[in-house]
């Protein structure tokens, strides 16, 4: 009887010290974790995942931060390949490129096919480029980044033409004659072969190039960090990735500071030294960036008036992926897909927004489209938040006609100056916020922030959008939503490596189509970009503004025909 009563004793002595042992484990672990932070960069795969950022975890990851580790469905899946075959470029032959063999768009040049033909409004007009390198020799591979549009400077008309590379070193350029009299061509070398092989290079190997920042405060104490996508090496990092959406992103671990303690994003600034000194000749402002390639021969035809029908028709497509979708005349876009109502007075602006809320989500080129209305409409009145200048968000409201107008940035990566962390937004996110009717209006754009990026970052951040649009117009069906374009800028050696308008073309090629068969509208802001006679820039002129406005309000407020 005394021994059982010992063992048992002694059993839940035993049992005692283990669990003051565990519990003291536990005590030690608590003091060494931080909440937010995690060894590596976790990477939340799944869209909606709702993970806990609180979990600790180790993981190994490929090079760039695992993106072929995304856990996607069958139809993801597909799609994304699909799109990257979409957009993958032609290549130069195996082996070293001179940059004597490079192209030259000096020696380089176009031919109007069948100029001396009798041309008329509605006709096609095909050219054909030529491309020679700098020992005047013709190229027998494709894969040039050019642009080119017909205009005629007096009447202020112009339109943007297709281009087909043959890929043996010659390019046919197809262009819609849409306006009569003088109409001349123009085309322009953005990038050679040559360099376009660097940028892709850039793209998938140094994603890094622009860095990010973010501050750690406490009381009188405060750190700043280096934030991205995705880190590198083996350093504590705080895991701020979305929980809805599970779009990534992480800081370096303040030493003294916890993750939780975050104020304020930031643009760190733009890597050097990217390039060896042979590739750095690729990149030369006044020899093969942006430089014109001259026709041998006639580079203007005569186009002479249709015969008298509805012309209306012609210049209204049914197809919305006319090409060009629109074109100037007198300075005005003219859209083949829709008709435009020219918004001249504010007036017009105010009767065409009253009662309605409008959303303005994207990067510095929709908040233009704030900054214009604000400006040019009397009644608009902004209302001072307290945000950074040029960051926001922002608010104009006409009390009178009850219009609001609002304006936040997408979240990161985001390259403006300093954003508070509590205004760091996901689009995706904002959306399911939104109740939406047919008093709300929609108007989005993102990409020039993700021109650093692997491909697959942007294709995430476009499926978690087009969800949570097809998930407003489900339960909204009478909301507008409109998607502003990207546009071309200027360029010159450093800007091309971190926003060249090639990085653009291929991001709003993939947009295009990943909102294709949805009920969103498109302001085609690359075709107005490229068509218009100012010089590129990335904040469009004013007048090039005023269009986009003209176009996004006519879907707002169509004309009745």
Not at 130 to 145: A, V
């Amino acid at each position: 009887m005394w021994r059982d009563s010992f063992r048992l004793q002694l059993f839940c002595l035993l049992m005692a010290v283990l669990a003051v042992v565990v519990l003291v484990h536990n005590f030690f672990q608590l003091e060494h974790l931080d909440d937010d932070t995690v060894s590596g960069s976790n990477w939340i795969t799944e869209n909606n995942a709702q993970h806990s950022l609180s979990q600790t975890t180790k993981t190994t990851r490929k090079p760039y931060c695992g993106y072929a580790q995304q856990i996607l469905s069958k139809r993801e899946q597909a799609e994304e390949e699909s799109l990257l075959a979409a957009i993958q470029w032609p290549k130069p032959p195996d082996g070293k490129i001179t940059f004597a063999q490079s192209t030259d768009p000096t020696h380089s040049d176009f031919v109007i096919v069948t100029p001396s033909r009798f041309f008329k409004v509605g006709d096609q007009l095909e050219v054909l480029v030529r491309m020679r390198d700098f020992q005047g020799k013709p190229k027998q591979y494709g894969g040039d980044y050019l642009q080119a549009r017909i205009h005629s400077p007096v009447l202020k008309a112009g339109a943007a033409g297709r281009i087909v590379d043959c890929h043996n070193g010659l390019y046919k350029v197809f262009f819609t004659l849409l306006w009569p009299g003088e109409v001349k061509v123009s085309v322009s070398l953005v990038h050679p072969s040559e360099a376009v092989q660097v940028l892709l290079r850039l793209r998938e190997e140094r994603p890094d190039r622009v860095y990010f920042k973010s501050s750690f405060k406490s009381g009188r104490y405060s750190e700043t960090t280096e934030c991205n996508v995705c880190l590198p090496g083996g350093l504590p990092v705080c895991n701020f990735t979305d929980l809805y959406t599970g779009e990534p992103w992480f800081c370096y671990k303040p030493r003294k500071l916890s993750c939780a303690s975050r104020i304020s994003h930031a643009k760190g600034g733009y890597l050097k030294g990217l390039l060896t000194q042979e590739e750095s000749l690729f990149f030369q402002s006044d020899v093969n960036i942006k430089r014109p390639i001259l026709s041998s021969g006639p580079d203007s035809v005569i186009v002479k008036p249709k015969a008298f029908t509805d012309s209306s028709s012609m210049d209204r497509a049914e197809d919305p992926t006319a090409s060009p979708s629109g074109y100037y005349y007198e300075d005005q876009w003219r859209s083949r897909t829709h008709w435009i109502h020219n918004f001249n007075k504010s007036d017009d602006i105010t009767e065409c927004l009253q009662g309605k809320v409008i959303h303005l989500f994207g990067d510095s080129t929709i908040r233009q489209w704030f900054e214009y209305l604000t400006a040019f409409v009397p009644d608009l009145v902004e209302f001072n938040l307290g945000s950074p200048k040029n960051v926001g968000p922002f608010m104009s409201v006409d009390l009178k006609h009850n219009i609001l107008l609002k304006f936040r940035c997408h979240g990161p990566p985001i390259r403006f100056s300093t954003v508070f962390s509590s205004e760091l937004r996901y689009i995706a996110n904002e959306l399911d916020g939104i109740v939406g009717g047919r008093n709300t209006v929609i108007a989005i754009t993102i990409w020039s922030h993700f021109s650093t990026f692997p491909v697959e970052v942007y294709i995430r951040r476009l499926r978690n959008i087009r969800r949570a649009l097809i998930q407003l117009l489900d339960r909204s069906p009478k909301t507008l939503i409109v998607i502003r374009t990207a546009n071309v800028q200027e360029l010159g050696p450093e800007v091309s490596l971190f926003n060249s308008d090639w990085y653009s073309f291929q991001l709003d090629s993939v947009m295009r189509k990943m909102f294709s068969g949805i009920a969103v509208h498109f302001v085609d802001a690359w075709e107005m970009s490229v068509a218009h006679y100012l010089p590129h820039n990335l904040h469009p002129n004013e007048i090039i503004v005023k269009n986009q406005i003209d176009a996004f309000l006519s879907y707002v407020c169509p004309l009745q025909t």
